[in-house]
DNA sequence: TCTTTGTATATTGTATGCAATATACAGTAT
DNA sequence: ATACTGTATATTGCATACAATATACAAAGA
């Protein structure tokens, strides 16, 4: 935890903002578990201040929630809010896809296809990890490819509010086959400019991560 | 009266937050401009640490830059960027009217004509600051019908980027007709439930915003 | 026993002090 | 005159002290 001398000529806050935003996305820090300033200050041997800034930025992503003069504490995940947040990420992410097939030009065809190829290589492996990051530089080529940088932030955004349950869809590798054919359905349609095919592949894709994650938050819901 | 008391124990920061945004969205504080924390503590008669923390929430909203060990400064809006957000924008605004097609029921249908007849009166008015309200309380409704809040957060953001724009649509009455017949439409394809109609005259309305926004932009390029 | 109230403690909200860094400007050398 | 450099000033980054408020818990009364 106070290994921060790696990012040492990043600002403290932003320094503190990324290792809480790990530790909640990784479930170190669980939904309800409350942020105290002076206990984390103390923890990662840093003052208040910069702390007290990383959390602001976590309430403004939607990671924390704040009750004023009471604090903050880890946004707990219900099924409606992350429906809520799927039915506008699917929007954003036709949006996205719908520009590529239009915008994309022959650099980002190729550093699209790179990406696909990793992703099919590591789908073959165990490394979650590896495939989630996969993952992600898969979906960030194609948002290069809106040229639209502010929609890629947003669906960033987004999407990291679900990254919690992301490894219950990667973690099966029964599911890897569908997750390498989606990503290729994706890819074709881009590449060909097929802006209907694209769209509703990518639909696909969202809804089917939507319905795992789904039934990850059920089950936990059962037993919890 | 809850407003006025919720008001009173409003932490400074979100005072400060306010009343920045207010400064900058009115165009009090312009583009470029720099916001120098001492400055801002001693005029706003607070001290620095709410002024700090309500600068990292314009960041986070966009309306300012930050420059590491230099600070902050108004965000100066670009036709590109103004395209951008508008191009996300877009794709939310018929979500929403999508969504409001589908699941708006009776109250909310009442709350939506209200604020549609509320908006046709003042239109007949002078009061710039007024129709904007209006405006916005038109849009509010309909993302109120949709049932998603996170979408009505995220759309009101993008919005905000542009307030300071919006006067220039809003000033000429000649458009007030316009403006009018286009929510006319828009609510009457919502009521009935049509859903290509409501989202094809949504783009209608949000892509007559960004002609008479770039156009100002463009003309304030030209003499600045 | 249950409720209420008072008090001690914990925690956040705000102000301020100190250190690190950037900026402005004068003075000097070329 | 111009470029460079050193110093003074301005400004942010971080730490800490103090104030305001919420929370927990115990004691007293119904």
Chains 1, 2 share one sequence.
Do not use: W
């Not at 309800?32 to 959390?55: C, D, F, Q, W, Y």
């Not at 039915?87 to 550093?111: G, H, P, S, T």
């Not at 960030?140 to 869809?169: C, K, S």
């Not at 881009?190 to 059920?218: F, L, Y």
């Amino acid at each position: 935890m106070e290994n921060y001398m790696q990012d040492a000529f990043l600002p403290l806050r932003d320094v503190v903002f990324k290792t809480l935003r790990q530790a909640i996305l990784t479930g170190e820090l669980k939904p309800g578990e409350r942020l105290m300033e002076i206990h984390l200050a103390n923890k990662l041997g840093v003052s208040r201040t910069p702390i007290r800034e990383a959390i602001r930025q976590l309430e403004l992503e939607g990671l924390v929630i704040m009750v004023p003069r009471k604090g903050a504490q880890v946004a707990s995940i219900t099924e409606k809010s992350l429906t809520d947040v799927l039915e506008v990420r699917l929007a954003l992410e036709k949006l996205a896809v719908d520009l590529a097939c239009r915008r994309i030009n022959y650099e980002q065809k190729e550093r699209l296809k790179e990406t696909l190829l990793a992703f099919e290589a590591l789908a073959e492996t165990d490394d979650a990890g590896q495939i989630a990051r996969a993952d992600v530089a898969f979906h960030d080529a194609i948002f290069d490819a809106t040229g639209n940088m502010r929609l890629g932030q947003m669906v960033n955004n987004l999407a990291e509010q679900m990254y919690r349950y992301r490894f219950e869809y990667i973690k099966d590798r029964s599911g890897h086959r569908k997750l390498v054919e989606e990503h290729r359905l994706i890819y074709d349609a881009i590449i060909s400019g097929d802006v209907e095919t694209a769209t509703k592949e990518i639909s696909v894709h969202i809804k089917n991560q939507e319905a795992s994650i789904i039934k990850k938050i059920r089950s936990e819901e059962g037993q919890g």
